[in-house]
């Protein structure tokens, strides 16, 4: 009551990491069965990182619209592949994943036909974990492709074939040449894409339904539901630090000016 | 397709066939759910999924009732024989004519707002004698970065206080904001092949600096600041957290209304605004190519 009486308190901050901070002890640790806000912010970074891990495959296909199909068509339209959804509303591509990943949608309906399940058995794609994570990757995937293919693009193919020529065996070549070129792009656009997915509100918010929420929207819920603003606030201004001090490394390692869009 | 050179071995033939592979999938993974989202749109029944008769193209399962129903959902009278009147009630009263309204609205002026400041502060900021460019550069980028659920809580508080926070003008400041960092981004781009020398030309040759900016400097640099003003248009445009939290419902905006849909009630109506959206977009990324061939070539002619 003492604390919550004084102008400043640093007691919604304690909530928001699950303790509770009291006069005379301090920042003490909530019980276990609360603690959900670390767990939250837990899940979004690892949800981030699950964003990051759409890397490998960005790059390949980064990679092949760089280097493979140099034919100027055929590059254009894979470049048009992956534009599109990247100028297509966000809310198109969660409704259509809303579609294809719905008990009754695409995926399912495509399953149940081939045999691998049952009508009455069909996977719970969408509304958990699961949905939030697909549905992310492919919004957040070409933030990944753009940047690292603008890298790429100016890798002279002549220094893999000059590794292979001097004996080194294709993965050497690749590992010890090609792979040290990306780098900058990799942090580019794994940066970029770790600071977008950490504040991701819509998409989980939609798909996500109770396992998959993340920290934004447990601030919308306090703001608009629970009416707790000092407890968003709180866990706002974390989120803020968190975000301010990404943004900072990438100014720092890439420079805001280097952003290029689409 | 490039041949593969004479000298590969049996384990890179298998491998370049397995990389192109996963590239497929990727590519498919990118482009398949814009791709299903249209024929859905033209299910006659009132779900999400695929028909026994959309499989076997039979014509009954196919309709444009969804269509239909971005304009009459919500009219007074939506059976009355098409004529001046019906027109005037689906302009008036249909409420995703009235999201269509406000969002192209909010989208121009929003637009307009940004792409003017972005336009100014990406000159001021290109200039060598600006004091402190690093820090208000970022400054300026920071909605971009910043988590939109925090930027649209702060605007609430921010504009409750002063009355902005559920009217139009709020929701446009709100939109203008979050849209200005593209401009800059985009404008900065070109500023980088600008040349100085030409508004010091000018200037020798007594222009004015209002005059050489409109007559030298703006002609150049034109693509830069229409591709950055399509770019906060499209963010205007598929914005939703802040319309969740600053607008009323008269403000509703096309994704606004698509999040009511998804949230409350499902139905087809969705698919077919998804459609017309990504026909949108469509049209976007060609003005954007077009645009992008044409400022290469404007500065080939400049370089030369």
Redesign the interface.
Known sequence: MKLTSQDLTPAFYAAALDGRYTVDKGFVRQNENRQIYVTLFWRTVMISVSGDGALP??W??SR?SAC????YV?SNL?M??????F??????????????L?S???IN?LLVLVGVTTDDARFSLIYNMTGTIIAMT?IL??FMILPLYSVMKTIPPSYMRAARSLGAT?TMAFLKIYMPQTIPGVGAGGLLVF?LA?????TPA?VGGQDGSLI?NM??YH??KSLNWSL??AL?GI??AG??LL?WA??RVIG??N???? | ??KLPPYTSTG?YI?HYV??S??GL??L??????I??LP?SFNVEP????TKGMLNFDPEAFSLRWYEDILRNGMASPDAPFSWAWLSDTWNNSQWMRAIRNSFFIGICATLLSTALGTLAAIGLSRSEMPYR?LI??IL??PM??????TA?GM?YFYSQVHLSQTYLGVIMAHAVLGTP?VI??V??TLVGFDKSLVRASQSLGAGALITFRKVQMPLIIPGVI?GGL?AF?TS??E??AV??LASPEQRTI?RQ??SG??EQ?SPT??AV?TL??IL??I??TV?ELLRRRSERLRGITSS
């Open positions: 495959p960005s390949l296909s092949i493979n199909f140099t034919a055929s894979l048009i592949m992956v534009l599109l959804p100028w297509t509303s966000l809310l198109v591509r969660t409704t259509a994943w809303i579609a294809i719905q009754q949608g695409v309906d492919h995937l070409p294709p600071i950490i504040g991701y509100y819509i939609l934004s601030i919308a703001m608009q968003a606030a706002g989120l803020l975000v301010l943004y990438y100014d805001i000016d952003m290029k869009l689409g | 397709m490039s890179e491998w990389y192109r996963i590239c990727i590519f993974f990118l482009i398949l759910p814009i299903v989202v859905l779900y999400f999924s695929f690093r550069m970022s980028i920071s970065i910043v988590p939109l659920v925090i809580a609430f593209f981004i985009t900065t781009a591709s770019f499209i445009f598929d939703v957290v969740l939290f994704p698509m999040w998804i949230r499902i969705i698919l998804a959206l990504v977009s469509i976007l990324l954007l």
